[in-house]
């Protein structure tokens, strides 16, 4: 039962799927990393089976992403991803956040069906499929945006 | 004499099997190790000749299943070197075994006035369990700490107990770090004190020769898988004194001996604290490994150990951006290497290891608390066994070596 070397080459293709360039560039350069001086919502997320930590704070300023950054540790998709997140979501309403926020988490859970035209650059991240132990690690820093979300008083 | 590697390698059908197309290296064995034929065949051979339920049974396969449970516990009791198989009570693993000491004899002997000794380098299932029984009777837990070496901190010995010190428990052998403790120094302290000493010893028995007696410990609990032997076993060793005036731990059948409407009264040791039908074909498979054991010999097991350790950490130790931890002696420890490269996290680490073939833990190894003691998130950690190689380990530095490339690119 030796694999062929097709076998060989989608398993290379598949590391690098886990590790595109675009999330190890966000892994050597990090955006937003750091605190803000006063955020309007601030959440720790923690993932306790890998120990990855990511902490998200926000100004939410009429019903936009005024601010946003990132601060934590752990392996290179979970920092990664975080770092992509706040790219993706300064400027943005929080309706549009909250909808990329379902797209990214539906294309993380298999789904094939979301528009690769909300995601951008998070596509990149759709490898992580493949080594299922490693999702959580690509959700964490959107899990902790949503509970970071949650505080916010909803604008009348 | 050393261990015939090549040998042992043609017992373990697994070694022979590819991962992402090139050998498998398992350097996992610290979290559970693989299984000799001996052992597979122990479990097939019951299931197919004799599967019966034990010691109630008037037939010749309940006679048979019996004979070979009950032999298992002695071979197990001999390994250890117990004084009978009474005092060996068979649970489903290390966590289990401690929790049954903390729920049995803990809950009728610690009070708000006691304290309970801990270490540094405890195993969550060496933790929890005197976490929830200190909380629950307001008791004090205190942690003995580290010295740079990752050893014990035990300068002043004889000042280590309190006067309200009611129990010791510790790792015969860290998970994280590979350090060895001095458990038979600890024991002579608590025996002189009257402090109550558990040795939690998943990483010692499967790798050092383990006398209960010399240690003189009161308590000493161990697994199965992590010695060659199937999973769902654990065991529990204790103190005839101790384990008669404990209270059972689960009821139910086989650990009665009559019972009433009105109540009951308990089956012998070491029945009275095996309720229900226990995991019969594992322990049988698990005396088939303590047999493969002993015939290799503890002594040899354990120097072929401190062999491939000191390669380990000679080879690992030349590379550059290498943080190793625990004892640099490698007879202070037990065969786990555990190691941050670089800043690299140790889940990328792993993740390019295993498409090498390569099969190592990273993470926190269920001891989040040391891990913040050592300031870090977490670690990469290759634990040896009977059948690892030099060359493995040669695998291992190429992997990592990809791994810095990989990730440095």
Known sequence: ?156 | MTLDVQRIREDFPILKRQVYGKPLVYLDNAATSQKPRQVIDALVSYYENYNSNIHRAVHCLGEEATAAYEEARAKVAAFINAPSPEFIVFTRNTTEAINLVAYTWGHANITARDEILLTQMEHHSNLIPWQRLAAEKGATIRYIGLTDQQTLDLADLANLFQSNTKMIAMPHASNSMGTINPIEEIAREARRRGVMFLVDGAQGAPHLKVDVQAINCDFYAFSSHKMLGPTGVGVLYGRRELLEEMEPFLGGGEMIRKVTFEGASWNDLPWKFEAGTPNIADVIAFGAAIDYLSELGMDNVRAHEIEITEYALDRLGQMDDIILYGPSSSTARGGVVSFNYGDLHPHDVGTILDRHGVAIRAGHHCTQPLMRTLGVSGTARASFYVYNTRDEVDVLVEALEAARDFFGK
């Open chain 1, 1 to 156: 039962m030796t694999p062929s070397n097709d076998e060989y080459a989608r398993q290379e293709a598949e590391l690098d799927d886990l590790y595109r360039d675009i999330i190890l560039d966000h892994y050597r350069h990090p955006r937003h990393r750091g605190s803000l001086r006063s955020p309007t919502s601030r959440h720790e997320g923690l993932n306790p089976l890998c120990g990855d930590e990511v902490t998200v704070e926000l100004v939410v300023k009429d019903g936009r992403i005024d601010e946003v950054a990132y601060n934590g540790s752990g392996c290179s998709i979970s920092q990664s991803s975080a770092s992509m997140m706040t790219e993706a979501i300064e400027g943005k309403s929080v309706d549009e956040v909250n909808e990329l926020s379902n797209a990214f988490t539906s294309m993380m859970r298999g789904s094939d069906d979301v528009d690769p035209e909300i995601l951008g650059d998070l596509e990149a991240l759709a490898g992580v499929r493949k080594f299922p132990v490693r999702v959580k690690c690509a959700t964490l820093a959107w899990h902790t945006l949503n509970e970071a979300l949650e505080q916010i008083e909803p604008t009348p």
